[in-house]
């Protein structure tokens, strides 16, 4: 088997190969709802020819996406160059996993391959902070049920939210500053959405816990969650890799059921 897992974000979209046993290749781009299949093609022949593979050696592809506009182009990409029907998440891909909310059909994919990912590896009850473009904060039940969350905006967003509604306020990089009392405008904005961030995980967090009324581990993930290891203890383990492992694990699933 060597399986072409896409796990399409709002920000980047992550293209990953599994050759049955591990992980051996990465790479990530630029989400753009627009992108065709030749252009993803062009772009990705490329990077399989830097590992000695082209498309001939793939024989799957499972594909998670939260732009709907795009999973047409990322299906074609699988159809036309794999000559392989992809599994697609939240259309053709049974996931195996209970989804204890009011409207299930709303979850998002990214969100349900995370707990099917963290599941599989960490053992009770999970919190699970996926920090992207949004953040999402979402429990996973002892027996891998999917029991809901809650959805923040992410830090990047919150960023650029200042940047573009206060006319003296620049675009600045995201990075955990020295001191909390910022001593010039920038280092200001960066104080105030790092550690403002970092209050909000940790009161979040509080809360949740809470709530739940019983033990969790929490659990982070996503393109910016690194930024967060060593600012809090709120976080017990960071793990980049939930998504790819839960892609890995629907894959595996779907494959047993079509055998």
Request: contains cysteine.
């Amino acid at each position: 088997m060597m399986l072409l897992a896409i796990e399409q974000g709002n920000t980047n979209t992550l293209f990953a190969i599994h050759n049955g046993a591990d992980w051996i290749a990465q790479w990530r781009t630029a989400t753009e709802a627009n992108r065709t299949a030749d252009e993803y093609a062009v772009w990705l022949s490329q990077l399989l020819h830097m590992h000695a593979l082209s498309f001939d050696d793939l024989t799957g592809c499972i594909i998670s996406s939260v732009v709907p506009q795009s999973i047409f182009n990322l299906r074609n990409l699988s159809r036309r160059y794999m000559n392989a029907e992809p599994l697609v998440i939240g259309e053709n891909a049974k996931l195996g996993i209970e989804v204890r909310i009011a409207k299930p059909s709303e979850a998002g994919a990214d969100r349900l391959v995370n707990a099917i990912g963290a599941h599989l590896v960490y053992p009770g009850d999970l919190l699970l902070i996926d920090s992207g473009t949004a953040t999402t904060f979402d429990i996973v039940a002892a027996d891998g049920a999917f029991e809901g969350g809650l959805i923040a905006p992410g830090i990047n967003l919150s960023l650029q939210a200042l940047h573009e509604a206060a006319a003296k306020l620049p675009r600045i990089a995201i990075q955990k500053p020295e001191r909390v009392i910022g001593k010039d405008t920038v280092a200001a904005m960066q104080s105030g959405v790092f550690w403002g961030y970092i209050a909000l995980i940790e009161g979040l967090v509080s809360r949740i816990k809470s709530e739940w009324a019983a033990p969790m581990t929490v659990v982070g993930t996503g393109g910016v969650a690194s930024l967060f290891e060593g600012a809090t203890t709120a976080i017990d383990r960071f793990d980049p890799d939930l998504t790819i492992r839960g892609l890995l694990e629907i894959w595996r699933r779907n494959t047993d059921l079509k055998d």
